[in-house]
């Protein structure tokens, strides 16, 4: 069974960082393609970035340069680091997993955290 728990949201001033953490288990990890979504109130929840089973990686435009994605060396545990804060990135943040899949599209990943929320005040 497939188990997501993301920590590590919280509330920063603009132009702060963030490190959110995504435990991981029941997948192999060396196969599984690793996502981050969020989603703003009155919002669909969108694409944040994805790292491939090969190691790629890609983010969407309005991160990219300011959020890293990684994991540690057992493939157990999935980063965002997120620098440079917005107001705009105020959200409620989930990692998500898919073993067949591997995409920026959310229908891509059966598997999800609980999210956690990250709140940028300007």
């Known amino acids: 069974q497939v188990q997501l728990v993301e920590s590590g949201g919280g509330s920063v001033q603009a132009g702060g960082s963030l490190r959110l953490s995504c435990v991981g288990s029941?997948?192999?990890?060396?196969?599984?393609?690793m996502g981050w979504f969020r989603e703003a109130p009155g919002k669909e929840r969108e694409w944040v970035a994805t790292?491939?089973?090969?190691?790629?990686?890609t983010y969407r435009d309005s991160v990219r340069g300011r959020f890293a994605i990684s994991e540690d060396n057992a493939g157990n545990t999935l980063y965002l680091q997120m620098n440079s804060l917005k107001p705009e990135d105020t959200a409620k943040y989930y990692c998500?997993?898919?073993?067949?899949?591997?995409?920026?599209?959310?229908?891509?990943?059966?598997?999800w955290g609980q999210g956690t929320q990250v709140t940028v005040s300007s």
């Open positions: 998500a997993a898919s073993i067949h899949y591997c995409s920026s599209r959310r229908t891509d990943f059966p598997y």
């Open positions: 790292m491939y089973p090969s190691g790629i990686t």
């Open positions: 029941g997948y192999p990890s060396s196969r599984t393609c």
